[in-house]
């Protein structure tokens, strides 16, 4: 399996601001991933990380809005651009392959964002 | 567009069988996961169907019919411990991508 943390656990913001979270996996993995949780929601994907190149992003979201980088196989960030109080959320990382199940995805213990 | 519709809430006592269900609509189908998520905690894997079927995990078991774009998961022994947010989720192929379905809220009650 694989352990992922995140940083900062929680953050509040103000509108207009820009934050960063980081996502570390303590082994390398294949796939990296964001996601949005709004509280009581379900899990929506913003994109996948790409190690060494852009990253691929869902419908709805923009690298403007949200630039990733993936520098190496085991280490990813995702900014929050020019935050407003929708943005308000609980950011996840995730993390797949190759070590352990192959259909299994592993989350970080999230972000909680607050942007006032 | 892709959807995954699951009960909003189930509720149950201790002991009981509760079976969540899930229906989908996606495009490039690979296999069905759930997860399981504590409140204010990170989502956690519990099963996979690649293929139509049951499969058991323990007191779980998830079931996939392809043809019906349905699955679900059944808890068996319900515990206190089972109270928590059970989402299922498509996805797989070469990059493992997941899309979340509604999420059900599981209370188990004493």
């Known amino acids: 399996s694989a352990v992922i943390s995140q940083k900062p656990s929680r953050d509040i913001c103000q509108r207009g601001t820009s934050l960063t979270i980081q996502c570390q996996v303590d082994?390398?993995?294949?796939?990296m991933f964001w996601y949005r949780q709004q509280p009581g929601q379900s899990l929506t994907l913003i994109a996948t990380a790409n190690q060494g190149s852009e990253a691929t992003y869902e419908s709805g979201f923009v690298i403007d809005k949200f630039p990733i980088s993936r520098p190496n196989l085991t280490f990813s960030t995702l900014t929050v651009s020019n935050m407003s109080p929708e943005d308000s959320s609980i950011y996840l990382c995730?993390?797949?392959?190759?070590?352990?199940?192959?259909?299994?995805?592993?989350f970080g213990p999230g972000t909680r964002l607050l942007v006032l | 567009g892709q959807s995954l519709e699951q009960p909003s809430e189930v509720t149950a006592v201790e002991g009981a069988i509760v079976q969540i269900n899930c229906t989908y609509q996606t495009s490039g189908f690979y296999g069905l996961s759930w997860y399981q998520q504590h409140d204010g905690g990170a989502p956690t894997f519990l099963s996979y169907n690649a293929l139509d079927g049951l499969e058991e995990t323990g007191r779980f078991s998830s079931f996939l019919s392809r043809s019906d774009s349905y699955g679900y998961l059944l808890l068996q022994e319900l515990q206190m411990k089972d109270s928590a947010s059970y989402f299922c989720?498509?996805?797989?192929?070469?990059?493992?991508?997941?899309?979340f379905g509604t999420g059900t809220l599981l209370a188990v009650q004493p």
């Open positions: 989720a498509v996805g797989g192929g070469a990059t493992n991508k997941l899309i």
């Open positions: 995730s993390a797949w392959g190759p070590a352990g199940i192959q259909e299994t995805q592993y």
């Open positions: 082994s390398q993995v294949t796939m």
